[in-house]
């Protein structure tokens, strides 16, 4: 089953914070976030496991509520560079551990 | 070091063609993966490989699509008899090990079937 994100696109001016959301009908192993610039190959930026545990850039953060089966992707003072798509990807648990199945994404666009 | 590397970068062919994509994933990752990427659309799973354990073929779409990885390494994603619908960028993937790691991905295939 397919995660579902929110917003679908957010438009900001730079310095300013957004928050995107994925969540899954299905209890979680880990959520995965990845960026995507137009025309270029999707980006790694963080994985959050079942547990506690992240793996991911510094400067990015992020959240992963097991209960709720949903996690945020915090993006704070934003720059000019963050602009594009957004797709989270989740691992079920008691599945496989190794299929992710990735959200449709969000378009975020920083203006100056 | 070196990436994944995915060739050729763009296809153009005609429906009912038989067509090849290859993947050279980043050396020493045991999991490849291929997704597919239509247009505004997120990434849908295809297959994926994971050492010499036999692959997870459940994300292919019809029995024209087939793939294999020849000695742990290269992949290759074969469609044959294309049809329209398959157009789409074809993305490959490569990890260390599974899904506790993060996923590389190559700048993908744009497959357009004329």
């Known amino acids: 089953q397919q995660p579902v994100q929110s917003p679908q696109a957010v438009i900001l001016r730079e310095g300013e914070d957004a928050v995107i959301n994925c969540s899954s009908s299905?209890?979680?192993?880990?959520v995965h976030w990845y960026r995507q610039k137009h025309g270029e190959a999707p980006v790694f930026l963080m994985i959050?496991?079942?547990?506690?545990e992240q793996k991911g850039h510094e400067k990015i953060s992020a959240s992963f509520n097991e209960k709720k089966q949903q996690s945020s992707l915090y993006l704070t003072t934003s720059q000019l560079s963050y602009s594009g798509t957004y797709f989270c990807?989740?691992?079920?648990?008691?599945?496989?551990?190794?299929?992710?199945?990735f959200g449709k994404g969000t378009l975020l666009t920083v203006n100056p | 070091g070196a990436g994944v590397s995915q060739s050729p970068s763009n296809k153009v062919t005609e429906k009912g063609k038989d067509v090849e994509l290859r993947c050279d994933p980043i050396?020493?990752?045991?999991?490849l993966y291929w997704y597919r990427q239509s247009l505004g659309q997120g990434l849908e799973f295809l297959i994926y490989?994971?050492?010499?354990?036999?692959?997870?073929k459940s994300g292919l779409p019809s029995d024209r699509f087939s793939a294999e990885r020849t000695g742990g390494s290269v992949s290759t994603l074969t469609i044959q008899r294309t049809q329209q619908e398959d157009s789409a960028v074809y993305l490959c993937?490569?990890?260390?090990?599974?899904?506790?790691?993060?996923?590389?991905f190559g700048d993908g295939t744009r497959l357009s079937i004329l």
């Open positions: 959050l496991l079942k547990g506690g």
């Open positions: 990807g989740t691992v079920d648990s008691g599945g496989s551990n190794y299929k992710l199945t």
């Open positions: 050396s020493g990752h045991t999991a």
């Open positions: 993937a490569s990890s260390l090990q599974g899904v506790t790691q993060p996923q590389h």
């Open positions: 299905k209890a979680l192993y880990s």
């Open positions: 490989f994971q050492g010499n354990s036999a692959p997870d």
